[in-house]
């Protein structure tokens, strides 16, 4: 008997697992499976195709997003998560190639009409990114960089009261009251990363999109910023991508698994990680690939 | 023999002994079984032999050239020294050029003095003798040093780490050929300057405000004192740099950032050699354009509206050079802008900030240690551009702030007290060797500047 045959008897789940990896290719039409609709939804994303040139990266996705809440995406490297997140803030308008179908609407105004104003858009939809990138500018600068060109504060004393608040929700005001006028970039990873939150709530907007924000970050760090958004979950709704599963875990309300460009299941946190209803989630949260 | 027939023979004798090396070190290998058992390559066995026989030989063929002929000058001087002895430097360098002149046979010998032309023959016998003897003692060199590599090849013989280290010292003798020649170029404009400074005095130069480099010539010559206050140069040099730059830092940097965060990628694979075209044209070119076509038209044009602009006006010279340093600028601050990362514009982008808002607050203040830096330079080029203000700045050093007018620069000041027939030991042409000192220092401080304030915010955004 060959060892691989061995393997399969004595784990005869992997041997299914890796048959339904192995079927899901392009052509396979597969419904999401698992509670991703919402009655209160901030966003309703329907039947979204995004493609780089002629490769699609997204297929059919449907999915809300409710108000006030967190919901993490997760999913092997490569599964479209971020560029799901990016196409819900037009960010992908920064690439040429980069083409988005369906339907994606915020409070039922569809964010792809040609009347939208995306400058506008992002102002609602703020967005933190994997590597903290706070501008060569002073923190107070950083932060009040979103406030000036919206036109938010009226008086140099509105600004400074932003700039406070949106620092001390981001837990970073009694760590930087002292040198708010230094350079923004001399802070550490961790307070760098708030920095960039602080930045991005300046504007209050109304959803934060976080693409990985902790990847780049120490585990003591990551625990803060994973604080920040249980905080920032009462006030914005968030949508997080992330490569940890214990920080989906921790952090959000609803867990949204892709796999190769397809939403494979969504469900409440708790469910998707103690009874996945799709196997395909099964098999990545226990490790079996990804 | 003459020193360049040596030279080839010396690099034929190494190319010999190169092969001779080689073959030795394979016949050596042949009985041991194969060059594996060398402890180096045969070529380094080869290069080894062939660096003894035409190094040693090489370095006494450059000594030989360096005291050779004041070796023999000074005999031959020393030898007529009881008849003719020369009072002075300069009457010593006439005797002398005499002497080698009669040697050489340029002078006819007809109606010297016998000393004279006893010198030449002396001279003449012992630049023979000085050749020859160059020539045995290198072949001899030469000779044993082949020998000497030829013998030390040896299966276990280290060849490896020797070439190695000769060819480090050569590559160190390139580098320091470059330093020494920079040097040797400040030391001589230093020492010129100098004896400048002996007859007019440092601090006149650098603060006189009247520029007239005229100097009597004869005993009795009026009107021309000459003084020299170089205020009127680096003002005049100075009005047209800033001119330049008017013109050359807002079009450079906005076509950079045109061509950085705008164009498409057709436009740029156009765009961006087109600009380039202009740095390739030569500066004489301009300076005929700026001459013949743009300062006529900036006359003409200020005659329309009542001005009186000169037809040698700082204006068309600085405006022509500012064209002329866009090119610069543009390349420089467009490698910058698109050194600025993709995440910062993201940042702002995602914002909601429009792209002229990113370009303004992100993306130029992020990039603007680098386009200092470029501007910086840019500065010292068009402080040091000559053509262009020799054709169209005019002559006259007239101390003023007004751009319509003609101005000089310490350049064309240079370029008219070098050119055409001078007395190298009056202060007009000295003049210029001082001139050359200050605008070489207030460009080297420039760049110095420049260069720190690059290194200094260089990495603010990583």
Not at chain 1, 253 to 270: C, D, K, M, S, W
Not at chain 2, 212 to 233: K, M, Y
Not at chain 2, 309 to 332: Q, R, W
Not at chain 2, 430 to 453: D, K, S
Request: hydrophobic share 50%; aromatic share 8%; net charge negative.
């Amino acid at each position: 008997m060959t060892q691989a045959a061995t393997a399969e008897k004595k784990n005869p789940a992997k041997k299914t697992v890796a048959k339904a990896v192995n079927s899901l290719d392009v052509s396979d039409h597969q419904a999401t499976v698992g509670k991703n609709f919402a009655d209160n939804a901030k966003m309703t994303m329907r039947n979204v195709n995004v493609f780089y040139d002629d490769k699609q990266a997204i297929h059919d996705v449907s999915v809300d997003i409710a108000k006030n809440e967190v919901i993490a995406m997760i999913g092997p490297s490569g599964c479209g998560k971020s560029t799901f997140l990016r196409s819900l803030n037009r960010m992908n308008d920064t690439v040429d190639i980069c083409r988005v179908e369906g339907q994606i609407c915020m409070d039922g105004e569809d964010l792809y009409s040609p009347k939208l104003d995306v400058v506008e858009l992002r102002a609602r939809v703020g967005m933190v990114f994997q590597k903290p990138n706070p501008f060569p500018k002073s923190i107070y600068e950083n932060v009040a960089y979103g406030p000036k060109i919206h036109g938010l504060a009226d008086t140099r004393v509105d600004l400074d009261e932003i700039v406070e608040n949106s620092l001390r929700k981001a837990g970073l005001w009694e760590e930087v009251k002292e040198r708010l006028h230094q350079a923004g970039t001399g802070l550490s990873g961790g307070q760098q990363q708030r920095l960039c939150i602080a930045r991005a709530i300046a504007v209050s907007p109304e959803v934060i999109l976080m693409d990985e924000p902790c990847s780049a970050l120490d585990p003591i760090a990551t625990a803060k910023i994973e604080e920040l958004i249980e905080e920032l979950s009462q006030n914005f709704t968030i949508a997080i991508v992330t490569h940890s599963m214990q920080q989906a875990a921790r952090v959000s309300h609803r867990t949204a698994y892709f796999h190769l460009g397809r939403l494979i299941e969504v469900n409440p946190t708790e469910q998707v990680f103690t009874m996945p209803e799709h196997q395909l989630t099964e098999a990545y949260i226990t490790g079996r690939f990804g | 023999m003459q020193a360049t027939n040596i030279l080839i023979l010396i690099l034929g004798l190494g190319a010999f002994a190169f092969f001779l090396g080689r073959g030795r070190s394979l016949a050596l290998a042949k009985p041991l079984g194969g060059i594996r058992k060398l402890h180096s390559l045969p070529s380094y066995y080869g290069l080894h032999a062939a660096m003894w026989c035409s190094l040693p030989p090489l370095f006494l063929l450059a000594m030989w050239m360096m005291f050779d002929d004041p070796l023999i000058n000074s005999i031959v001087v020393e030898s007529v020294a009881d008849e003719i002895a020369p009072t002075d430097a300069a009457s010593y360098n006439l005797l002398l050029n005499k002497i080698s002149n009669l040697a050489d046979g340029i002078l006819p010998r007809k109606g010297e003095s016998a000393v004279l032309i006893a010198a030449a023959d002396h001279m003449e016998a012992l630049r023979v003798i000085s050749r020859w003897s160059l020539t045995a003692l290198m072949l001899t060199l030469s000779g044993l040093g082949l020998l000497w590599g030829w013998s030390r090849i040896s299966a276990s013989f280290r060849a490896r780490p020797v070439v190695e280290k000769v060819m480090q010292n050569i590559l160190l003798a390139c580098a320091c050929l470059a330093i020494f020649t920079t040097v040797g170029i400040v030391l001589s404009v230093l020492f010129e300057s100098i004896q400048f400074f002996r007859s007019v005095p440092i601090f006149d130069f650098v603060f006189g405000l009247e520029w007239s480099p005229q100097t009597a010539i004869r005993e009795d010559q009026v009107g021309s004192s000459g003084s020299f206050g170089a205020v009127p140069l680096f003002v005049g040099t100075l009005l047209v740099s800033a001119v330049a730059m008017v013109v050359a830092v807002p079009v450079g940097l906005m076509s950079a950032i045109y061509l950085a965060e705008y164009a498409s990628k057709s436009v740029r694979t156009y765009a961006k050699p087109a600009l380039e075209i202009l740095a390739g044209i030569p500066t004489v070119v301009y300076g005929f354009f700026a001459a013949l076509t743009v300062a006529p038209f900036l006359r003409d044009l200020g005659a329309s509206f009542g001005l009186s602009v000169s037809s040698e006006s700082a204006l068309a010279a600085g405006g022509v050079m500012g064209v002329m340093i866009i090119p610069f600028i543009s390349s420089l601050a467009d490698d910058v802008i698109t050194a600025v990362p993709q995440s910062m514009r993201d940042g702002s982008l995602a914002m909601g900030a429009t792209h002229s808002e990113t370009v303004r607050r992100v993306i130029i203040p992020a990039a603007l240690p680098g386009i200092v830096g470029g501007v910086m330079l840019a500065i010292s080029r068009a402080i040091g551009e000559t053509m262009i203000v020799v054709m169209a700045a005019g002559m006259a050093a007239k101390l003023t702030a007004n751009p319509l007018e003609s101005v000089t620069t310490v350049t064309v000041q240079i370029v008219t007290l070098l050119t055409g027939d001078q007395e190298f030991d009056s202060p007009k042409t000295l003049a210029a060797f001082a001139l050359g000192l200050m605008l070489f220092t207030v460009t080297l401080l420039l760049n110095i500047f420049a260069l720190h304030i690059v290194k200094k915010y260089r990495e603010q955004y990583d």
